[in-house]
């Protein structure tokens, strides 16, 4: 067996290795050196471990048990000193190895910029799992700041998901705006006012002159005097290759290590791949060109033809919300247009850059849905002189059909060529005869293709593409199944427990062929409310199916304590109420804080002082807030017309009927209301699931708006005159989504999903309207009773926390 | 082999758990819904979370704070996570649960 030492677990090399194991188990007999005490992960996605998003466990791709299988002799955490291409050793910190054929991947290093104090503590680079800890770390500190020094892709990563962290963040850019080399102005633009809206600053013509600090950062000084306090520095202006090693060994080198298009370098028997090498006089960064050139490498180690080609490259953002993509050349010249698109409301700008009727270029920011068409166009460079008109408008404007808003029809429209992962240079065609040989899931087309499996912002396309290919039978979005005890979707199951009765959970454990005993922590909580949902008469709550918050009747925090929080009906509350819960506060040593949803929560209680608490609050009046539920939380109100110059309709009087009417329910996810008593809206209605805004004439009921993970108007219901149709639509409608939503959707994504246009077409029926009211108050007389007073007796309030058996007296003694 | 009494089956509710508590941290008995009895450390060795808490399925059990899966029978994590809580004998002997806490002597107090 052939001797192959690499040097490098990077995303290049781990690629060389997959592709190397599958063409040809057991031809090599691998060394895997890797100066990181680690294997392979999948470096792109540190940006998610860094916000919180995704664990490091997440993005390791390649684990031990893969190196094992594999045969692979892994030397992590030992970094190599030499290479002696005369002998064909190489010296790691922990001895020699023999090769027969040598793969340097040794990557890059941030580049630090030598500003006067960089090399004091807290001034790090963003580029490994240390790295990221490290920002973790300091972002635990509370009050700490950072200063982000580069505004380029990763910087820009590193300062969102640190502000994600709750650090105060300041981004020092060196150009005119963002991202300079993959946006143009008015995106970068845009791009800033996004960032200064989730409270990053931003800095541009920054002019950076030193860090300071005693011992360790404590400020960063720009060229005009301006001191911005930091206690952590993030150096994020470009990377160096990491080519040393290669060139001291001897190997013809310029900026990095000099190889062919069979990634061979200047000694016949040792081969370059990834960051630290040089190709044409180009370096690399972007993980698209180094999977091409790992395929190349793969095939000339096994001795076949391939040859590695530059190709055009494009760029996402990866922070949630911030939709921006380019690509090609878009730089203005001679003889070149422009056509732009702007829709400042929506905060969408578009850019096309023709040159000779070929699309050279393209910058779009908050609308990039299309993104993979235009790239298409620009690789192709397809003659766009006959769709130029319509280009901006994307691929649904093009072709006789005339507008159509269907993205599947685009989607459908893709030849097989057309590139859909970008990371993994996965074309359509691929995924086509991948889906026709089994592969009818997201997870086995990404197993199979790696297509999504890298960044993962094509995933929508890639569904897009199995919708398309399998019809109905696959649901966008949908197709994934609960979790590992079932291939079934919620979807299905949700119908199915409907269709055939299922009115427990043995019912569906053994009629819908579940693989487990009794489903998983995933599964469990979803199935044991779709029943209670559907059949609120015939099935029993299973508290063992509830996490520990909805078990316990209060929030669990970090330190397995709870918190505590009574129901404020509409916000309104008296000093009766006040003085209890101050009581309460004092009596169980519970920390104080006014909620946004208009309560207060008494946080830092122990388990065992819950039924005691409760007691106490329930004695003085007041009831569970369900704060710790799927179900209905807060309606929030304004002070309306009783006190508000301005006020049109008794909006407090509004919530409070809701609340009354909907408390106790449990829903699919969470629900908040709110209802403002005039237009200028003070009690936020216009971002609830249910947001009611009192006008003259009436009520205006909203829907479906968001103000978490995503932020979303509501979109307009109906309106309606009176009181009592405002409470009858909105309880239908969130009858309507308990029957029919997935289980941890909220109303705006179970309505993205089934679409505004159908939901407003059942609940414009009155009668339909009468019944779902009907069926939600069969469900009340179940469900609406307050959890905190189930404990009747001392002897019940006493028992329900202790112990089996207490025996720590007689250990101690 | 000591086998302490600590209680009868019908005390725990199936797919659920309760405490023993001792001198030197809390013992979670958990009850399986084929009713079979098993003991584990109450703390999850990530970042010490309740076990006794978490959602009882099959033979084992999901920890509350950060959905670590911890297998009854040997006390280690599920899939890429790898650590491992401690476990106790436990068995039933005429609907009476038993438990052996022999191996608590030689923790440290909690």
Known sequence: MEKLVVIGAGMASGRVLEHLFDAAPGAFDVTLFNAEPRGNYNRIMLSPVLSGEKSAEEIVTHDADWYARHGVATRFGERVTAIDPARKVVTGENGEVPYDKLVIATGAAPFIVPLPGHDLPGVIGFRDMEDTGAMIAAAATPGATAVVIGGGLLGLEAAAALRLRGMEVTVLHNSGHLMNRQLDEAAGYLLEKDLARRGIKVITRAGTERIDGDGKVEKVVLGDGTEIAASLVVMSAGIRPRAGLGMAAGLAAGRAITVDAQMRTSDPDIFAVGECVEFEGNLFGLVAPLYDQARVLAKTLLGEEDAFVMRELSTKLKVTGCDLFSAGDFAEGEGREDIVFRDPARGIYKRLVIEADRLLGAVMYGDTADANWFFGLIKDGTDISEMRETLIFGPAFQGGGGPSADPLAAVAALPPEAEICGCNGVCKGTIVTAINGGAQTLETVKAQTKASASCGTCTGLVEQVLAVTLGAAFEAGGAKPVCGCTELTHEDVRRLIKARELKSQAAVWQELGWTTKDGCHVCRPAINYYLLADWPLEYRDDPQSRFVNERNHANIQKDGTYSVMPRMWGGMTTPEELLAIAAAAKKYDAAVKVTGGQRIDLLGVKKEDLPAIWKDLNDAGMVSGHAYTKGLRTVKTCVGSDWCRFGTQDSTGLGIKLEKRLWGSWTPHKVKLAVSGCPRNCAEATCKDVGIVCVDSGYQIGVAGAAGMDVKETERLVDVATEEEAIEWSTAFIQLYRENAKYLDRPYKWVAKVGLGWVKEILSDAAERRALNARFDVSQSVYQTDPWAALVTEEERKSWSSPLMDMSREAAE | ?110
Request: net charge neutral; with cysteine.
């Open chain 2, 1 to 110: 082999m000591s086998w302490i009494d600590i209680g009868a089956l019908d005390d725990i509710p199936p797919r659920g758990a309760r405490l023993v508590r001792t001198g030197k941290g809390c013992v979670a008995v958990f009850r399986t819904g084929a009713d079979e009895v098993f003991a584990l450390d109450d703390a999850c060795p990530h970042k010490g979370g309740p076990l006794s808490e978490g959602i009882v399925h099959g033979t084992s059990v999901t920890c509350p704070l950060h959905n670590r899966i911890f297998d009854f029978a040997t006390g280690a994590a599920q899939g890429a996570d790898s650590e491992v809580t401690r476990t106790y004998p436990a068995k039933i002997e005429a609907g009476r649960v038993l438990l052996d806490l022999s191996r608590l002597s030689g923790r440290s107090a909690a």
